[in-house]
T-cell receptor
Framework: KAGVTQTPRYLIKTRGQQVTLSCSPI?????VSWYQQTPGQGLQFLFE???????NKGNFPGRFSGRQFSNSRSEMNVSTLELGDSALYLC?????????????FGEGSRLTVL | GNSVTQMEGPVTLSEEAFLTINCTYT??????LFWYVQYPGEGLQLLLK?????DKGSNKGFEATYRKETTSFHLEKGSVQVSDSAVYFC???????????FGTGTRLLVSP
């Protein structure tokens, strides 16, 4: 059974640009969550999607957005990139609609903003 | 909302040493609690969980006991190996549809 797949794994952008990251969850998983990981802040919750609906959003500016498609694949977008957006972006999928706490993570997309 | 506090790292140990990583949390009610581990270059994976007070979760030699009186969920291992070098995250559930709340994690470095 394939795990959570995130693309691209690494990318470098410059300030002001925008970026789109993709996440394919485990087959059958309908919930997708996104987290930003930085050395100073640890893992911070970005948003969670279930059946194409964003159900919760973390405390991030509107430059961070996302969506989920009918096949449960999800994308997140960051516009007008800032240096502080450099981070590892992790996607996690889960099977249940209710929160069991068991998440399956991808290896992440490492974004560097120059 | 729910939150978690972990000990600062890195924790540096020699192989076969005893490991404790402290974790305290704040949460509404008595939720399930989790430890996740992140090996170098990988995403997080569930290490163990405890679903109710006084429950002990265990996996791969690691253990953690859910202590509601101290709101703690400390991770322990009797004899660490070099392959245990990783970042460990304690995680209570989030509020609303946020699945889990993670802290900064604790990096463990085990030397031969």
């Amino acid at each position: 059974k394939a795990g959570v797949t995130q693309t691209p794994r690494y990318l470098i952008k410059t300030r002001g640009q925008q970026v789109t990251l993709s996440c394919s969850p485990i087959s059958g998983h309908r919930s997708v969550s996104w987290y930003q990981q930085t050395p100073g802040q640890g893992l911070q919750f970005l948003f969670e999607y279930f059946s194409e609906t964003q159900r919760n959003k973390g405390n991030f500016p509107g430059r961070f957005s996302g969506r989920q498609f009918s096949n449960s694949r999800s994308e997140m977008n960051v516009s007008t990139l800032e240096l502080g957006d450099s981070a590892l972006y992790l996607c996690a999928s889960s099977l249940a609609e209710v929160n069991t706490g068991e998440l399956f993570f991808g290896e992440g997309s490492r974004l560097t903003v120059l | 909302g729910n939150s978690v506090t972990q000990m600062e790292g890195p924790v540096t140990l020699s192989e076969e040493a005893f490991l404790t990583i402290n974790c305290t949390y704040t949460a509404t009610g008595y939720p399930s609690l989790f430890w996740y581990v992140q090996y170098p270059g990988e995403g997080l994976q569930l290490l163990l969980k405890a679903t109710k007070a006084d429950d002990k979760g265990s996996n791969k030699g690691f253990e953690a006991t859910y202590r509601k009186e101290t709101t703690s969920f400390h991770l322990e291992k009797g004899s660490v190996q070099v392959s245990d070098s990783a970042v460990y995250f304690c995680a209570p559930p989030g509020t609303g549809f946020q699945k889990l709340v993670f802290g900064t994690g604790t990096r463990l470095l085990v030397s031969p």
